[in-house]
């Protein structure tokens, strides 16, 4: 069946479209490099999972991309945008990947709203937002070998930049290079979470997929070319 048309209630402030608009080129380049990438997080889910991960965020992504600028031509702010790019991730992408990509996207557009005006403390209580909804979801702690391993030290870092150079550009690249370091480390361990779980010894010595491709998409954000 075809999905809901994507309608703007109310335009966004002047501040929230901007925003918006920064949101809807990141996830252009998300799913670029989720695309790029999508036979290599595949194999890696192919080592204690279904294989299916890569495939997943790549329609994931996609979907989320097109809906974000759906969204911004109309005029939509940073909630609207992000409620209905998750929406359409965790359609298109299947799996429980994509429902906490969905649920991420949506929570952390609702800390933005539509009307406010997005400074730094509103982008490091967004990325909050998003971490939280992660971790309640998906209910896995740093350790479990899972997206959190990746995601926690991307918060943690963003937060902490954000607050001593007062720059989020550059704060973000510093998160996302904090990401793809904890991503890698993730190989050392042993999952206890979902259904690499099960097959467990069999993943150590390879990244957890779920958290590789956060820092993939972190450092995909992070680009302003």
Partial sequence: TEPEPLTVQQE????????AALIADALERVRDVLSANESMLGDLDAVAGDGDHGAGMARG?????QAAHELVAEGAGAQTTLAGAGARWTEHSGGAS??????????????LGDDRHVDNAAAVAAVQAFVDSVINLGKANVGDKTIVDALVP???AFATAVE?????SQAWQTAAAASEEAAAGTEALVPRMGRARVLGERSVGSPDPGAVSFAMAAQAAAATD
């Fill in 164 to 168: 001593s150079s007062g720059d989020v």
């Fill in 12 to 19: 966004g402030s002047a501040s929230s479209q901007a925003a």
């Fill in 98 to 111: 994509g429902a906490l990509w969905g649920a991420a996207l949506t929570a952390a557009g609702n800390s």
């Fill in 61 to 65: 992504s996609a979907a989320a991309a």
């Fill in 154 to 156: 991307f918060t943690e």
